[in-house]
Nanobody
Framework: QVQLVESGGGLVQAGGSLRLSCAAS????????MGWFRQAPGKEREYVAT????????YYANFVKGRFTISRDNARNTVYLQMNSLKPEDTALYYC????????????????WGQGTQVTVSS
């Protein structure tokens, strides 16, 4: 089992920045890729970004390219999501997820999930 704990969410004004963190514990050595998803009230969960654990290859949803950056610190088993130029439409509960299969935009591909951290962007 892998446990994931997110942190770093909060309230920020439009145009501001936040950095989310996701710390993995347990059988973290089995992780191949980690990703971020988000879910706004009344909407389905949507893909944000993924990073592979060994090669640090990164993938992004089109709507965050140029604004968000995913990175990882293997020594700390932690993944980060740096979010810049935040918009009110970025308001959502952000989830960290880990896969032992590989990177994917599909949530079904991820085996472990954190509890989520709330990001609220005011206009």
């Amino acid at each position: 089992q892998v446990q994931l704990v997110e942190s770093g969410g909060g309230l920020v004004q439009a145009g501001g920045s936040l950095r989310l963190s996701c710390a993995a514990s347990g059988r973290a050595f089995s992780i191949v890729a980690m990703g971020w998803f988000r879910q706004a009230p009344g909407k389905e969960r949507e893909y944000v970004a993924t990073i592979t654990w060994r090669s640090s290859s990164t993938y992004y949803a089109n709507f965050v390219k140029g604004r968000f950056t995913i990175s990882r610190d293997n020594a700390r088993n932690t993944v980060y999501l740096q979010m810049n130029s935040l918009k009110p439409e970025d308001t959502a509960l952000y989830y960290c997820a880990a896969s032992d299969k590989g990177p994917s935009v599909f949530s079904d591909n991820y085996d472990y999930w954190g509890q989520g951290t709330q990001v609220t962007v005011s206009s």
